[in-house]
């Protein structure tokens, strides 16, 4: 099984966690750190850490972060570069939290690499246009 780390600047991680559970349920393996005021990468690193000892990361982790390059991003490249079964997907939104979830729940491997394609690809998927232009009478 693979863990799943949200992280974000401020509260966004544990929101994004929250609404999507709203969709599927209590999620078991996964968990959510924010970067608070005041908090700098090795707070957050530390964060990292102590949710990979909680969680079952035996078939790997992904990171699902905010902004690339950004302190939460950094913070997990520390990690990232230290196991090759952890790997980080930026830009996390609902859509990619949620396919995710489902990915792990259903058991669908531990191929981090996969997992990350299959991560970017729900984020896109995700993001869609309606306009009244798009609608015919």
């Known amino acids: 099984m693979f863990a799943i780390i ?12 929250a609404s999507a559970e709203m969709i599927f349920g209590e999620a078991e ?7 608070v005021p005041g908090e700098g990468a090795d ?3 530390a964060k990292y850490e102590a949710a990979l000892e909680r969680l079952d990361a035996s ?12 302190t ?5 490249c520390r990690l990232v570069l230290k196991n090759e079964k952890y ?4 830009g996390v939104n609902l859509p990619m939290l949620v396919e995710m979830a489902n990915a792990q729940a259903m058991d669908e491997g531990t ?5 990350m394609e299959k991560a970017v690809e729900a984020g ?3 993001m869609q246009l309606f306009h009244k232009s798009t609608v015919s009478d």
């Open 29 to 35: 393996n996964i968990a959510s750190v924010p970067l």
């Open 59 to 70: 078939g790997g982790a992904l990171f699902l972060l905010d902004l690339f390059g950004g």
């Open 87 to 90: 790997g980080i997907v930026t």
């Open 43 to 45: 707070d957050v690193a």
């Open 6 to 17: 949200v992280g974000t600047h401020g509260r966004l991680a544990e929101e994004l966690l």
């Open 72 to 76: 939460p991003y950094n913070a997990a």
């Open 124 to 126: 896109k998927k995700g």
């Open 111 to 115: 191929d981090i690499r996969s997992l």
